[in-house]
């Protein structure tokens, strides 16, 4: 298939997508907020034996939806655009429906047959493991009807949607561990409950019932979701294991209170960073889908999106690395989680080269070709899994950190070497160019902030982003000025 080059299509897509970003801008920024809260909160309320217990019960919970729910939903915003446009969604739909269904059958018959399994593996009390499976449900229902949404490019309702189910759950953790003193399960009991009210919401904001006729399912349509949605879900097994096992590997060396030491770390680096980076990617990445169905060139769009990526992301993730003791203290409000902030230069790089795969893996899903991502995201978690299990044991914390980092990058490395044809990323020099002469007045006051300043980390920080920020745009608009 050739693709050819459209400068008005692309212009007309780049405003597009920036449109999408301040409409879907307000969920992330109160995701963030939201996500910010979470770990002060919580950390409040719970012991780390408790809060470790929440970590790994999150993981787990993350863990059977890779397996059984979330793929589909990716599947249906991948091939939304194709059966909207030969006007088969209510077979679509039903096809989507019913292979969720299926699979959480499938689920909880594998859970009943392997429960003790399960217990031992991953150390896990058996209230806690029945809870996940409930929960479980609206969690594949939402999952499903948030790609639904962003299929149909409603980004208002599913910011609307996020903000309410973030807050929501916050409180109603808040309220049965104040009133039932139920610890860690009491926050699992909120998510359930809020996450519930979501999905009839969703099932509005989607439009879904007035698609969705029960018809008889035709097995081309499903080959298709399996080959391109079981790769997937191996994908982000394969992540889960680079991000998450080593919760797991450290609660059976160490104990469910280093596992919460841990859990902080993750709560104030990947869900939080992540929440603000997906703004780019959940806005364009439909648009990027829907031009390369109608065979328009989009490298030079994602190579636009990556600069600005890059450009908001690695600054934010500099300040928050060398200022990491006074960032665990602003948002943990336990001492005892203090030693977190060992972790927290490990994580935050992490989570920037896994994120910034994000687009150097999209060719993968252009092309259908998810089988590559997941080859080499299971050799970046299996690298991982033998760093932590090497490094746990004589460096703790700062083992989980570098095993993290390390698989990580090892995941962008391949993904930039392994390049399918016609899909190559175009880099993006002249924004790299600029914010490395940025960093050099970065980098000057830092230096005489760390010798001579006493000021407050926050009032330190911020200027930093500041001095970078416009240092950058001067260059933009003079020296660096991109050619038109």
Not at 54 to 64: N, R, T
Not at 294 to 315: K, Q
Not at 435 to 451: Q, R, T
Request: hydrophobic fraction near 55%.
């Amino acid at each position: 298939m050739e693709f050819v080059e459209n400068r008005e299509v692309e212009k007309e897509q780049l405003k597009a997508i920036c449109r999408d970003m301040l409409k879907y801008s307000p969920s992330k920024i109160c995701g963030m907020l939201g996500n910010a809260i979470i770990v002060p909160v919580y950390t409040s309320l719970l012991s780390p034996e408790q809060y470790g217990l929440y970590s790994l019960s999150i993981a787990l919970l993350s863990f059977l939806c890779i397996i059984f729910s979330d793929w589909i939903g990716l599947s249906g915003l991948r091939f939304f655009k194709q059966h909207q446009m030969t006007q088969d969604m209510p077979k679509y739909l039903t096809t989507l429906v019913t292979m969720l269904i299926a699979n959480i059958l499938l689920m909880f018959l594998v859970a009943f047959i392997f429960r003790e399994n399960f217990y031992a593996f991953f150390k896990i009390p058996a209230k806690y493991f029945f809870a996940i499976l409930l929960l479980i449900i609206p969690v594949a229902i939402r999952a499903l009807l948030f790609q639904l949404l962003r299929a149909q490019l409603k980004s208002m309702s599913f910011t609307l949607s996020t903000i309410i189910n973030q807050f929501l759950t916050i409180l109603l953790s808040i309220f049965f561990v104040k009133f039932f003193h139920l610890g860690a399960i009491a926050l699992l009991l909120g998510m359930g409950i809020s996450i519930s009210l979501i999905d009839l919401l969703l099932i509005y904001q989607s439009n879904i019932l007035s698609w969705f006729k029960l018809q008889k399912i035709e097995w081309h349509s499903v080959l298709p979701i399996i080959k391109y949605g079981i790769p997937i879900a191996a994908t982000s097994l394969s992540a889960w294991i680079i991000n998450q096992s080593n919760k797991f590997i450290m609660n059976s060396i160490h104990g469910f209170s280093e596992v919460g030491i841990v859990g902080v770390a993750y709560g104030l680096t990947l869900p939080l960073l992540m929440t603000i980076f997906s703004i780019i990617t959940v806005a364009a990445i439909p648009r990027i889908i829907n031009m390369y169905e109608e065979r328009i060139d989009v490298r030079p769009l994602i190579s636009r999106f990556v600069g600005y990526f890059i450009l908001v992301a690695l600054p934010v993730i500099t300040v928050i690395s060398i200022y990491s003791v006074d960032y665990v203290q602003m948002l943990s409000s336990n001492e005892k989680f203090l030693t977190a902030f060992k972790l927290i230069p490990y994580f935050a790089f992490g989570t920037f080269f896994m994120a910034l795969t994000d687009y150097t893996t999209l060719q993968y899903h252009l092309a259908n070709k998810t089988y590559i991502e997941f080859i080499i995201k299971l050799t970046s978690g299996i690298v991982g899994v033998v760093l932590n299990i090497l490094l746990i044991p004589n460096y703790g914390l700062v083992g989980v950190g570098i095993a993290t980092l390390s698989a990580n990058f090892l995941y962008f490395l391949l993904s930039v070497i392994i390049v399918l044809p016609g899909l190559r990323l175009i880099s993006p020099n002249l924004t790299i160019l600029r914010m490395a002469i940025s960093y050099i007045p970065f980098a000057a006051l830092y230096y005489a902030f760390n010798k001579y300043s006493g000021m407050p980390a926050l009032f330190e920080m911020a200027s930093l982003m500041l001095i970078f920020y416009l240092c950058y745009w001067g260059l933009s608009r003079t020296l660096l000025k991109r050619p038109e």
